[in-house]
């Protein structure tokens, strides 16, 4: 099965579904906006000499691995197979999309998830064709050098940038527990004066979107997410820790065909990424339904894979597509290695979910209509043990409105 039969697969699982009844004058016109927008950006400068087809044969990639690509990408962006061509052209014209990258209090772990690959997928090629008009990570200049040329970048492309932001923003003193520049701006400053001149906020990684481990409690810094500090722009949350660049690239795709955001959900999440909960597409989740669980490391559940909920799996409450997605150039993800997933892409999921215990044995109630009681309460004596995961998820489906078409 390759990605794209993969990613059909997920998205056409139980409670996930594309909408494949649009009809042909939707899609019709559809398409005609994307190619006006690409038509557009043909025709336009490039703000980037880097080119994606030199960038491909020099890692060895054919324009078949390209091409299988694009189709792949429609089906994680919910678009139908004849919208590959459009989706290899956005691709190429990446580098007419002037991007601003700022990190504020993080690891970096979302730029180096991305610059560690040892054989980098396309999707982390294709981040490379983009123009990168400032990314201290990166960039050689520093001080005064770095300051004016961001400034000159905001000013050549004011409007038309998107706003790229990595870690939190610290806001106790004043600011002062983050400043940067050769003028000691406040993270806080720094990042109203970035997001104000552009086009769109993109906040990479968990702690970007809802303030991540730096926002555990007690919270020091009073470190806050992107959408907390930036108002009247249109704002973009990739959580995960870190975030992974396929849907990184996805969300730059999107932008790229229609000059707007992807479709959101209530946490400004894409919904083609975190559309549905990693619990719905588990590998594992056969052996939930049939009541089969881990019930301590190195048992025999956990040498033949069983679920891990009772081990602190928080996938029924995780909203993400870890699963298919994967990472190390699609190579594995936690659950895949043997560890539960810990809901890193969730609000505050250091100090709610970052435990090897199951919600049930937390104060913590699950906000998205995850499994709440122990496996063990609904097994006795009401349910058999077949049906026991088929039941539960019945009714979490139910009660998280995961039924409608998406």
């Not at 927008?37 to 087809?53: G, H, M, Q, T, W």
């Not at 409007?159 to 806001?171: A, F, M, Q, T």
């Amino acid at each position: 099965m390759d990605r794209r039969d993969a990613l059909m697969k997920m998205f056409s699982a139980k409670g996930v579904k594309v909408n494949t009844n649009r009809g042909e004058a939707y899609y019709s016109k559809l398409k005609e906006t994307m190619q006006k927008r690409l038509n557009e950006l043909r025709n336009a400068p490039a703000a980037s000499k880097v080119d994606i087809n030199k960038v491909l044969e020099a890692e060895g990639l054919t324009r078949r691995d390209f091409m299988k690509w694009a189709s792949a990408a429609c089906a994680a962006m919910m678009l139908p197979a004849s919208f590959t061509p459009l989706m290899a052209e956005a691709a190429e014209l990446m580098n007419r999309v002037p991007v601003i990258w700022i990190e504020l209090q993080d690891c970096a772990g979302n730029s180096e998830a991305i610059l560690r690959s040892d054989a980098p997928t396309i999707d982390e090629l294709i981040l490379e064709t983009i123009s990168l008009e400032f990314n201290e990570t990166l960039m050689a200049a520093a001080g005064h050098q770095a300051e004016e040329h961001l400034d000159e970048a905001m000013k050549t492309f004011a409007g038309k940038y998107l706003c790229v932001v990595e870690g939190s923003i610290p806001l106790h003193m004043d600011g002062q527990y983050g400043t940067i520049g050769a003028k000691g701006e406040t993270f806080e400053e720094h990042l109203l004066r970035v997001a104000g001149s552009s086009a769109a906020v993109v906040a990479v990684g968990t702690c970007a979107t809802f303030g991540g481990v730096p926002a555990a409690a007690p919270n020091p810094t009073g470190a806050v997410g992107v959408q907390d500090i930036v108002k009247g722009k249109p704002i973009i949350n990739i959580p995960a820790c870190p975030a992974n660049p396929a849907n990184i690239t996805g969300t730059i795709l999107h932008f790229v065909l229609t000059g707007q955001v992807p479709e959101l959900d209530h946490l400004n999440r894409p919904k083609f990424a975190f559309g549905y909960r990693i619990h719905d597409n588990c590998e594992r989740r056969a052996h939930f339904d049939a009541g089969e669980f881990v019930e301590a490391w190195g048992d025999e559940g956990a040498e033949n894979n069983w679920c891990l909920y009772k081990m602190g799996c928080k996938g029924p409450m995780t909203f993400n597509n870890c699963s298919v997605v994967r990472y190390n150039s699609g190579t594995n993800w936690p659950i895949g290695a043997g560890h539960g997933c810990i809901g890193c892409s969730e609000p505050q999921f250091w100090d709610k979910y970052a435990q090897e215990r199951p919600m049930a044995d937390t104060h913590f109630k699950a906000p998205t209509g995850g499994v709440e009681k122990t496996v063990d309460e609904f097994g006795l004596g009401l349910l058999t043990v077949a049906g026991i995961g088929i039941g539960i998820h019945a009714a979490i489906s139910a009660a998280a409105g995961k039924k409608e078409e998406v």
